[in-house]
């Protein structure tokens, strides 16, 4: 069966989805939380910028195509946050259909300006903010045997990275390797999961930034505060994959002769 672009899909493909995007008010997040609620799904925007959350949030409304949007403030370091995030979504919405973590913040520098501070910094978030998300909505999903949940990598996690990109790479390798096993756990439960590669060309996750021994950071999420025409078309495989659900899933598919075949579709393994 052919592939179904985003652009392809009927308006309303997700009308009755409840999609929670972490991270949802800047950058990539926010092209996402507007891509799902373009698509009728209701959307919760969960992040830490409340002014940013809240312009996001009067955005989605606008576009009149989703019947609901929230907004609830977030701290993806926190396990009391992110569990009133689920818990206080579920009770407003009635359900989680898709979670996708897209909070994170950038770390960059060569190693030896990288101090064990920095390190402790980046890892709450991009890595443990995921998990804590993940594992806190997975429950809900697995009872219903229903969900998709949706963890963003970019590609130098998977690939040989940047000297400059290794702190930032090796916080995100870990997460590509919980959600591959995290796939593995869910598959024939119900439960989807998918890995979302950003990409070599886009701006990296995450809006707060720590550039130690560099004059500058060269590539950011700033570009993506208004919607800059084709800026959304890097989020339309992830969409497309919402309704086709497969693990690996591009924003340019250029990039997908570059990674290993290690990350092929995950089967399920017996628990011993």
Do not use: C
């Not at 069966?1 to 009927?10: K, R, Y």
């Not at 060569?110 to 920095?118: E, G, M, N, Y």
């Not at 402790?120 to 045997?145: C, D, I, S, Y």
């Not at 090796?170 to 997460?175: C, E, L």
């Amino acid at each position: 069966m052919p592939a179904v672009t985003a652009d392809e899909l009927p308006r309303g493909a997700l009308t009755g989805k409840v999609g929670v995007v972490v991270g949802g008010a800047s950058g990539i997040g926010r092209m996402v939380a507007r891509a799902l609620a373009k698509q009728g799904a209701r959307v919760v925007v969960a992040d830490f910028d409340a002014a940013r959350m809240e312009r996001t949030v009067e955005e989605l409304l606008r576009l009149g195509s989703a019947d609901a949007v929230l907004a609830l403030p977030t701290d993806v370091r926190s396990e009391s946050s992110v569990r009133s995030l689920v818990g206080d979504a579920i009770k407003a919405m009635g359900q989680v259909d898709i979670l996708v973590n897209m909070a994170g913040v950038v770390l960059h520098g060569p190693l030896d300006h990288i101090k064990p501070s920095d390190w402790k910094w980046m890892l709450e978030t991009n890595v443990l903010g995921t998990v804590r998300t993940t594992m806190a909505v997975l429950p809900h999903m697995l009872e219903r045997r229903s969900g998709h949940i949706v963890n963003a990598v970019p590609l130098g996690s998977l690939v040989t990275t940047s000297p400059l990109e290794v702190p930032y790479d090796s916080g995100y390798a870990a997460v590509a390797t919980f959600t591959y096993g995290l796939a593995m756990l869910a598959a024939g439960q119900g439960v989807h999961v998918s890995m979302y590669v950003t990409g070599s060309k886009a701006p990296l996750i995450g809006q707060n930034t720590r550039t130690r021994g560099v004059s500058r950071l060269l590539r950011s999420s700033d570009g993506l505060e208004e919607a800059a025409p084709g800026s959304e078309q890097l989020v339309d495989s992830l969409i497309e994959a919402v309704n086709q659900p497969r693990f690996l899933v591009f924003a340019d598919p250029a990039d997908a002769t570059s990674v290993p075949d290690r990350w092929g579709e995950p089967q399920r393994v017996a628990a011993r």
